[in-house]
């Protein structure tokens, strides 16, 4: 099976400043990658999907780029409702497997 | 609006057996395939089974398999989810999630979930 492997698992910013989440899969996925926001005691909120694609009423500072097995989730400019943990997730088969997780934080 | 409600949950010997449900409700449930996610206490998310609209098509994460049967009744708008032979380590919040669009469209489309419910908790403790 192939393996969703994310960095940092945590990290630590300024309000403004540019975040960036990394996601590694094992083999190729082309283009089938998501991303999903965290925060404490909510259920997970579908933020991207195809990679790059918005969900919709997803502010425009989250972004994601990337095809193959390099994915990237982009915050351009942290909010303070931003803290939460981000999840990458594979869905060109099954298993769907998930990342384990970024958790970002206000510094 | 759609939602999705998951029912079933509770505290289980190892070895006991549980049966989720998840009422659907505000789309039209047959022509979307859904799933199930976990999550343990502090941990993150797993994927634990998928099933076409039809239900034709099941597929099941390995720590699952020959344990769990998932199933769907879309006369009744509903998911389920029979886990037996349960183990510690099936401790989590239970989700079901639906896919983003439904079938006709192409999986690089759909296949991100867009919908989820708010869990039922599974404890299998002694």
């Known amino acids: 099976d192939i393996q969703m492997t994310q960095s940092p698992s945590s990290l630590s910013a300024s309000v403004g400043d540019r975040v960036t989440i990394t996601c590694r899969a094992s083999q190729g996925i082309s283009n089938y990658l998501a991303w999903y926001q965290q925060k404490p005691g909510k259920v997970p909120k579908l933020l991207i999907y195809?990679?790059?694609t918005l969900q919709s009423g997803v502010p425009s500072r989250f972004s994601g780029s990337g095809s193959g097995t390099d994915f990237t989730l982009t915050i351009s400019s942290l909010q303070p409702e931003d803290v939460a943990t981000y999840y990458c997730q594979k869905y060109d088969s099954a298993p769907r497997t998930f990342g384990q997780g970024t958790k970002v934080e206000i510094k | 609006e759609v939602q999705l409600l998951e029912s079933g949950g509770g505290l289980v010997q190892p070895g006991g057996s549980l049966r989720l449900s998840c009422a659907a409700s505000?789309?039209?449930?047959?022509?979307?395939?859904m799933s199930w996610v976990r999550q343990a206490p502090g941990k993150g998310l797993e994927w634990v089974s998928a099933?076409?609209?039809?239900?034709?098509?099941?597929y099941y994460a390995d720590s699952v398999k020959g344990r769990f049967t998932m199933s769907r009744d879309n006369s009744k708008n509903t998911l389920y989810l029979q886990m037996n032979s349960l183990r510690d380590e099936d401790t989590a919040i239970y989700h079901c999630a639906k896919d983003r669009a439904d079938e006709s469209q192409h999986l690089v489309i759909r296949g991100a979930f867009d919908i989820w419910g708010q869990g039922t908790m599974v404890t299998v403790s002694s």
């Open positions: 195809v990679t790059s």
């Open positions: 505000g789309f039209t449930f047959r022509s979307y395939a």
């Open positions: 099933i076409s609209g039809s239900g034709d098509s099941i």
